[in-house]
């Protein structure tokens, strides 16, 4: 089963910009679905973003449309999520994960379940 670590996180300020990556190792060529979540104290995990590999198709929650970009380039072992105009409700920990299901329009993708792989997290907080 694939390994992932996360890296990137830290803190900003209100409005600022991160970048957040996720290596991936393992037999990452049966991938395709995977994303980006987050979870702040005491709330739910949510997912925030997800990317189809074989397509490049890419789906956000609408609290971080246009804000947020999500990539995994092919020719490397790594997925990234953009983050700028930050707010202090995007403040979490963030986790990647693999092995997401209905990577599609109006999919569930943002669910967590048992059976994604997660990484450890790293932590992103937005100052006001």
């Known amino acids: 089963q694939e390994h992932l670590v996360e890296s990137g996180g830290g803190s900003v300020q209100a409005g600022g910009s991160l970048t957040l990556a996720c290596e991936i190792s393992?037999?990452?060529?049966?991938?395709?679905?995977m994303g980006w979540f987050r979870q702040a104290p005491g709330e739910e995990r949510e997912g925030v973003a997800a990317?189809?590999?074989?397509?490049?198709?890419?789906f956000y929650i609408d609290s971080v449309k246009g804000r947020f970009t999500i990539s995994a380039p092919r020719n490397n072992n790594t997925m990234y999520l953009q983050l700028s105009g930050l707010k202090p409700e995007d403040s979490g920990m963030y986790y990647c994960?693999?092995?997401?299901?209905?990577?599609?329009?109006?999919?569930?993708?943002?669910?967590?379940?048992?059976?994604?792989?997660w990484g450890q997290g790293t932590q992103v907080t937005v100052s006001s």
């Open positions: 994960a693999t092995r997401l299901v209905e990577c599609t329009v109006g999919g569930a993708w943002h669910v967590p379940r048992a059976s994604n792989i």
């Open positions: 393992g037999n990452i060529f049966k991938l395709n679905c």
């Open positions: 990317i189809w590999r074989g397509e490049g198709s890419t």
